[in-house]
């Protein structure tokens, strides 16, 4: 859903860019701030990935490109 809800504002932007330019050019006064005209993304709150994650996540990587993940061995 939040990447259909970010498609929708930057089509948005860019119409709103659109006739911004437009209304700007055929005026001779000056034009609304372009960022009045916008739409603002919503900042989502990023959650910092554990090592764990990280792990898990190149792990698959690895299956999905055919490797063979291989278990820590230890070195003496």
Do not use: C, Y
Request: no cysteine; aromatic share 6%.
């Amino acid at each position: 859903m939040s990447g259909h809800q970010r498609r929708l504002i930057r089509e948005h932007n860019e119409r709103a860019w659109s006739v911004w330019t437009a209304e700007a050019l055929r005026r001779s006064k000056k034009p609304p701030p372009l960022r009045r005209l916008q739409a603002r993304m919503p900042r989502e709150p990023r959650k910092r990935q554990s090592w764990q994650d990280m792990k898990a996540v190149a792990k698959l990587l690895t299956q999905a490109f055919g490797g063979q993940v291989i278990a820590k061995q230890d070195v003496s």
